[in-house]
């Protein structure tokens, strides 16, 4: 058990390790970001921080001494140099080595029985044709690492629509398109004695690959189909012995969940759970890391909606201040450029 004083490591310097480090510093801990970019949403509202790039091994390995244990809050931070400060880290980072590869990610959930969207991976123009061939058409084409909110992503209606793309310099993944009557959410936290908590599952709404609004209680298509998806995100905590919370993104489809993707970290569709829920996905996470008894994660209100505040949204976003249960939530960044996630608004209806 982490005393307190001690101080936690957070890799990575945007909003979500901007909401670890409040509540860290809440259970008496110092944080100390590690990020490559100056300009660090994280590091205003953390005791130290090291600007370096990933690849630094020194620098981060006077961060990591200097740290009683480490955790990220991006699923994009190279795992090759974490191999040097793995001793610090949780979750292991073969959760990142998981998650980072979409192709690794979605063999690795049928291998636990989960039904992910019909998938091929693609190395060339001429297997992009025989997937959509095989698959069917309309379907998508992601790049294999690195894509997120939308970005790295290729819609394809047609056959002919595949013929004339230019396909990107990266490896990549063919997944057909899904017909479903919802999106969801599994968030559950997982100790280090193996103890799994889940909140509750909202119903998630994309625009342009981004997410929208999160809602409580989700309609009733979705609530059928949570606890069998829960059922399969805790084999996925346990079979990556994962420390810490955890993000299952699902379909609610005819055929029952399908799984769509894994966050290894705390994620935007769980932000509602810091005015929502008894203890928040970011409490939890650092209770879980400084091996703390995990806090109780039900739903508090009779209804929640998170919205993100997207680009020029935030610029007016103090006027829902005057709403009765609107709770605001600026991250700090300085441009409101289009599709940047600038901040949330949750309402609750106790």
């Given at each position: 058990m982490l005393a307190p004083g001690g101080t936690i490591g957070i890799l990575g310097g945007g909003q979500l390790g901007r909401m670890m480090a409040m509540p860290a510093a809440q259970l008496g801990y110092r944080v100390h970001i590690y990020a490559p970019e100056r300009d660090s949403v994280a590091a205003e509202v953390a005791a130290d921080?090291?600007?370096?790039?990933w690849a630094d091994q020194a620098a981060l390995a006077a961060f990591a001494a200097a740290c009683d244990v480490v955790t990220w809050e991006f699923e994009n931070v190279p795992v090759g140099p974490l191999a040097?400060?793995?001793?610090?880290?949780?979750?292991?980072p073969r959760a990142l080595e998981t998650a980072q590869d979409r192709l690794k990610e979605k063999r690795f959930v049928e291998s636990l029985g989960g039904s992910p969207a019909p998938f091929a991976p693609v190395d060339s123009h001429e297997e992009l044709l025989a997937a959509v061939e095989r698959i069917g058409a309309p379907g998508i084409l992601k790049t294999r690492r690195d894509g997120y909110d939308g970005k790295g992503q290729w819609r394809i209606a047609s056959l002919r629509?595949?013929?004339?793309?230019?396909m990107p310099h990266a490896a990549t993944i063919y997944e057909g398109f899904v017909r479903f009557h919802g999106e969801f959410s599994v968030i559950l936290v997982r100790s280090r004695a193996g103890e799994v908590r889940f909140w509750d599952s909202t119903a998630n709404v994309h625009l342009g690959g981004i997410l929208s609004t999160s809602t409580w209680p989700a309609p009733a298509e979705i609530a059928a189909q949570v606890e069998p998806a829960r059922a399969l995100a805790r084999q996925v905590a346990e079979a990556l012995d994962y420390v810490g919370v955890l993000?299952?993104?699902f379909f609610a489809t005819d055929a029952g969940p399908m799984f769509n993707e894994?966050?290894?970290?705390?994620?935007n569709s769980g932000h509602w759970t810091i005015e929502g829920a008894a203890t928040s996905q970011f409490e939890n996470h650092i209770r879980a890391i400084a091996d703390l008894p995990l806090g109780d994660t039900a739903t508090t209100a009779r209804h929640v909606e998170m919205r993100n505040l997207i680009g020029a949204d935030a610029l007016e976003a103090q006027a829902v201040?005057?709403?009765a249960g609107a709770h605001l939530h600026l991250y700090g960044k300085h441009e409101a450029r289009d599709g940047r996630k600038m901040g949330h608004v949750t309402r609750i209806t106790r």
């Open positions: 921080f090291t600007c370096a790039d040097a400060i793995e001793s610090k880290l949780l979750p292991h629509e595949a013929e004339a793309l230019a993000t299952c993104e894994m966050a290894p970290r705390v994620h201040l005057a709403e």
